[in-house]
């Protein structure tokens, strides 16, 4: 099943929070697969990825996929999604959207390019276009989210993702629909929300198994973590990186909320801490909000495979 993320508040947390923390629903249940949200394989990403840092940690695989561990759910509505020829041009785009570095200057994967790609996906579903062709962009293999907000304050709308690495250009088309239509958190997208909505693709890299659940950087690492619960039903639970940080959390307050948000409901002790299999990872985000998108279709004359004319921008102002 797909893995949703943490639309989380700000929420200060002392010590152990006695419930919940921040964000509104519990995880999901079963060995391995996460089928809640806020918590339960799920979590809001960073801004890029960084080298893995020193220590003992055991690599899980090259792409830092989970092994599996959480699969994704079909596309939403019984919507065909066949890809046709032609792509995308990543050229045009404003600097602040343009592909940065990585660190040690290594080429950052995640473009804006596929922002705009799951703009078009989402735009092309609501109005019963056919589906954007192939874009350009690399189909390489990676664990994925995607992330909706809308508004001024940017408030979460959606957001659903895989541990499993999926080719990026089918992982892309399916989970912009599945976090826009189906986070049971929120109801399905409507075309009068598009003008106000922002798109984050977050790719997954770098996962580490660490012996030691402290052993991870705040606003560095998203972690995930597999424990068991009072019944001894195996549980996941993860946040993307920069959600600690967002929160204000340290390392035990970002713990004992994941541990919440997976269904536990025992007191917790530093002893059932140190029985959680922890493993960290990190993530590359880019963000685009729609007027940044309607600009740059306008500015490329249609000639990224939509196939469709968009409406002019003041349509939806």
């Not at 189909?139 to 690495?165: E, H, M, Q």
């Not at 922002?198 to 998203?222: A, I, K, R």
């Not at 909000?289 to 004319?309: D, L, S």
Request: hydrophobic share 30%; net charge positive.
């Amino acid at each position: 099943m797909a893995a949703g993320c943490c639309g989380v508040k700000k929420q200060k947390l002392s010590g152990s929070p006695a419930s919940g923390g921040p964000g509104g629903v519990g995880a999901g249940s079963g060995a391995l697969t996460g089928t809640g949200h806020c918590g339960s394989d799920s979590g809001i990403g960073s801004s890029v990825t960084v080298a893995a840092a020193a220590g003992s940690v055991s690599r899980v695989n090259g792409l830092g996929g989970a092994g599996g561990s959480v699969s994704g759910v079909g596309s939403s509505g019984g919507t065909t999604l066949a890809p046709a020829p032609t792509g995308y041009s990543s050229s045009g785009l404003s600097p602040s959207l343009s592909p940065g570095s990585g660190s040690g200057g290594r080429k950052m994967v995640v473009s804006a390019e596929m922002c705009c790609f799951c703009f078009d996906v989402l735009y092309c579903h609501l109005y019963g276009y056919q589906p954007p062709r192939t874009p350009r962009f690399t189909n390489d293999p990676y664990p994925l989210f995607v992330t909706w907000k809308i508004g001024r304050d940017k408030r979460l709308r959606g957001c659903i993702g895989t541990f499993s690495a999926m080719n990026l250009h089918s992982g892309l088309r399916e989970y912009t629909l599945t976090s826009a239509l189906k986070d049971s958190r929120f109801p399905p997208m409507t075309r009068d929300e598009l003008p106000r909505l922002f798109c984050s693709v977050s790719l997954l890299t770098n996962f580490e198994d660490v012996g030691d659940y402290l052993d991870w950087e705040v606003g560095v690492h998203g972690i995930r973590i597999e424990f068991f619960n009072e019944k001894g039903s195996k549980r996941t639970a993860t946040y993307l990186p920069e959600v600690a940080k967002e929160q204000g959390w340290d390392h035990i307050q970002t713990i004992d909320s994941l541990l919440r948000k997976g269904g536990y409901k025992a007191p917790i002790t530093n002893d059932f801490r140190k029985t959680i299999k922890l493993t960290r990872y990190r993530s590359e985000k880019m963000t685009m909000a729609y007027a940044e998108y309607i600009a740059h279709r306008q500015h490329h004359h249609y000639q990224n495979g939509i196939g469709h004319p968009l409406p002019p921008y003041n349509h939806y102002s």
